[in-house]
């Protein structure tokens, strides 16, 4: 079992920069893959990032390579997702997420999901 807290929304100006925090619970963190996604209001949710158990790979959507990047922090049971350039289409309720399985782009193949945490996007 695992409950995730994001955290680090806010109201942020066109290219500036934001680091969301998830904040997770329970002893088994690290044997999680975890992923990032978002949702706009009347819009599905889509994939934003994922990253495996260890941290050593990676995957982003087309639309924020180059721009987001997530990471975690086995020790502290905490994955961030730092997004730099920030565009309004950016704007969303941004959802951490948990694997038992590999990571992956699917929503579907999530587990456990936090509450969410609202970005908002500019001029």
């Known amino acids: 079992q695992v409950q995730l807290v994001e955290s680090g929304g806010g109201l942020v100006q066109a290219g500036g920069s934001l680091r969301l925090s998830c904040a997770a619970s329970?002893?088994?963190?690290?044997?999680?893959?975890m992923g990032w996604f978002r949702q706009a209001p009347g819009k599905e949710r889509k994939f934003v990032a994922a990253?495996?158990?260890?941290?050593?790979?990676?995957d982003y959507t087309d639309s924020v390579k180059g721009r987001f990047t997530i990471s975690r922090d086995n020790a502290k049971n905490t994955v961030y997702l730092q997004m730099n350039s920030l565009k309004p289409e950016d704007t969303a309720v941004y959802y951490c997420?948990?694997?038992?399985?590999?990571?992956?782009?699917?929503?579907?193949?999530?587990?456990?999901w936090g509450q969410g945490t609202q970005v908002t996007d500019s001029t």
């Open positions: 997420a948990a694997s038992r399985e590999s990571y992956s782009d699917n929503s579907r193949r999530y587990d456990y």
């Open positions: 329970g002893r088994t963190f690290s044997s999680y893959a």
């Open positions: 990253i495996n158990w260890s941290g050593r790979n990676t």
